[in-house]
Each structure stands twice: as C-alpha cells, then as structure tokens.
C-alpha cells in the first residue's frame, strides 16, 4: 500500500486528484494540505511513504518542504506535480531530493505511473521535460542516515521489544513500525533480520 500525502494551494485540484487516486487498491491518503509549512506537519504526524508537492505554495514553497522532510525522512519519497516546465525548477526540486517530475496537464494514466513508479524507489519525468542531465542528477544516491524517530525504535528494538510493544511505547502502529524495520536495514546496508538487534546492540542503543 501507498500511503501519500499530497500538497496543493489550489484546493479544486487536491479534490481533482483524490477523486481520481482514491478508488486505487494499492494508494492511501493519508492527508491533503495547501502550503508547505502544514505539509511538514502532515507528514510528521501521518508519516507517509510518499509526497506529491506542488512547487509554488503559501508560508513555504515546495523545494524547500522537500529539503525539510528528506533530511527527517531519507526514505519518503517526493514526486513533484506543477506548472514549471523550466530547467532550474527541476534541478532545484531534485536537489531537494525528488525523485520524480510531471506537469500538471498530465493523465491520470501517467499521474498513476509517475505515482507508483517513484513508490518503488525509482525516477519519473514528465515526457515533456528534457531528462537526460535531471535523470542523471536524480540517480545520485547516498547512503543514508537514521531519523531521530528510527533512533528511537532502534534503541527499543535493542532492548528486545516487538513491534507491538515498540508501537505502544511510542503510540504509532505496527506497519509503520514495520515500515521503519524495513527502512533501516536498508539504510544501513543490513541482510537478514536478526541484523537490526545485532546492529542496534553493538551500537549500545539500549543503553543510550
């Protein structure tokens, strides 16, 4: 499941895109917002796997919500949805850390494919933009660091709690307990999953 947020400052389009995205089996939304600051909001509380953001949004535009949000969360993904077709405004999205860019003129079929293609950990662009120097940039990854949230769960997860009680101590459900698991071992290059505990006590979170 693809649990999204999405932020538009055009009310009728957000209502145009759930009304569209809301039928599909496979995509959840988790909330809808208007500006950028209420976006970090959104996803602080909700924590979503995915954003769709547009660019030009009240109190904070969505290049620097997509700065904010990928250094608190390395792994959410951010498709961006707007108007600007120029150069600058897909490298400096991509440099804030999306993953995927489409105009707003686009189809729902294509909104679908962009949606589920960056879900899966991989770039989308916008058939109209020229991709070849944006594509580049956007597959320069590194690895990442651990959330202060998955700090947290780690620290639980040394001390030999489960999902469920890690859930309960930090009031947030097992999937995204789970989610965060699944998140970390990636992170941290782990196989297998003894390594988390392995990994969570020889950094002696339990006792930090």
Do not use: C, W
Not at 92 to 110: C, P, Q, R, V
Not at 143 to 151: C, E, H, S, V
Request: proline letters at 1%.
């Amino acid at each position: 499941m693809i649990r999204m947020a999405i932020a538009e400052d055009h009310q009728s389009l957000i209502d145009g895109l759930v009304l569209q995205l809301k039928y599909e089996e496979d995509i959840e939304i988790v909330g809808t917002v208007n500006d950028g600051e209420a976006l970090l909001d959104l996803v602080r509380l909700k924590e979503p796997h995915m954003v769709i953001t547009d660019i030009r949004m009240p109190k904070m535009d969505g290049i620097q919500a997509t700065k904010t949000l990928k250094k608190e969360f390395p792994n959410l993904k951010v498709l961006a949805f707007t108007m600007f077709d120029q150069d600058r405004a897909v490298d400096e999205m991509l440099a804030a850390g999306a993953s995927g860019y489409i105009l707003k003129n686009t189809s729902l079929k294509e909104v679908l494919r962009a949606v589920r293609t960056v879900a899966q950990g991989d770039t989308y662009f916008d058939a109209s933009l020229n991709v070849g120097i944006h594509a580049d940039k956007a597959r320069k990854t590194t690895k990442g660091k651990l959330t202060r949230r998955q700090k947290e769960i780690l620290k639980l997860i040394g001390e030999g709690k489960t999902s469920r009680e890690i859930g309960e101590a930090l009031f947030i459900g097992i999937h995204t307990v789970d989610t965060h698991r699944k998140n970390m071992t990636k992170i941290l290059g782990l196989k297998g999953k003894g390594e988390l505990l392995r990994y969570a006590l020889e950094k002696k979170y339990r006792f930090e």
